[in-house]
């Protein structure tokens, strides 16, 4: 449960380097051997890290978007973020895997999972404005009325959300729950720093087939022939203080 949840006491704090080797200084110092070190230098960020992680899969499940979106954006560091400890270990060991498989292209380095419960901890974990997209696929449902508070789409997780995402930045969303999905765009546009995206801007959004097809949960209501709801979010600009 979530007192045995290990979480860094700020966004410094976290290190990335066992997450991402490939994107750690020590390699960059290998790489510095052969010439370009200057450039590289200037790249590092505080916490020993080339790149900060940009696309967050909230409740990844066993990291069927995770391995779909990671060949999509070479270059970007993915973080599939999952309460379930035998679900997170799955996911770390299909890394492992995936990575020693595609040696020779450096596949799959940017592909990472971290046990934590997304509720609680994602300021600790993100800088202000460091995410550019954000998933939440197939949520639980929590059916009960009593239950919603449990939903990881509520007003004050939306400001969380807000806080760790770039204006301009996306939150897709994706239920087979017709229930859940009207209130994820009801307290999404209910936010002050949400606006929902178009149908046509949403259908022409790169990753939403990707989510549509390769989450497990996609694929479940697929076999089912069940409906997928999709809702896009971009994150605004905040208002200037008056
Ligand atoms: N996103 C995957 C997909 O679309 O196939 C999995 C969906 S599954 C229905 C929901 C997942 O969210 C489960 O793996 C569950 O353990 C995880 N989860 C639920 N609450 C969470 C929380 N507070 N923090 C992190 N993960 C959570």
Redesign the pocket.
């Known amino acids: 449960s979530d007192h045995l949840l290990t979480y860094p006491i700020s966004p410094e704090q976290m290190d990335w380097s066992t997450h991402y080797p490939a994107y750690t200084i020590r390699n960059d110092k290998e790489e510095n051997v052969t010439g370009d070190s200057h450039d590289q230098v200037e790249t590092r960020s505080a916490n020993g890290m080339k790149k900060k992680v940009e696309i967050a899969?909230?409740?990844?499940?066993?990291g069927?978007?995770l391995f779909a979106l990671a060949p999509m954006f070479p270059e970007t560091l993915i973080l599939g973020?999952?309460?379930?400890t035998s679900?997170t270990e799955y996911v770390q060991e299909k890394v492992r895997a995936l990575r020693t498989q595609n040696k020779d292209t450096g596949g799959f380095q940017n592909a990472s999972c971290i046990r934590?419960?997304?509720?609680k901890f994602l300021p600790n974990f993100f800088f202000k404005a460091q995410l550019g997209k954000i998933f939440l696929?197939?949520?639980?449902p929590h059916f009960k009325q009593r239950k919603h508070k449990a939903r990881?789409v509520s007003y004050t997780l939306n400001s969380e959300y807000a806080y760790v995402l770039r204006p301009g930045g996306i939150v897709y969303t994706i239920t087979d729950v017709e229930d859940l999905h009207n209130w994820m765009v009801e307290h999404f546009e209910r936010h002050p720093s949400f606006e929902r995206l178009g149908e046509e801007e949403q259908e022409n959004e790169e990753c939403v087939a990707v989510m549509r097809s390769e989450?497990?949960?996609?694929k479940k209501v697929e076999r089912n022939k069940g409906q997928k709801f999709v809702a896009l979010f971009r994150r605004l600009d905040d208002p200037p203080w008056p």
Not at 116 to 119: E, G, I, K, L, Y
């Open positions: 899969d909230i409740g990844c499940g066993f069927g978007l973020i999952e309460i379930r679900v934590a419960n997304s509720m696929c197939f949520p639980d990881i989450t497990e949960e996609g």
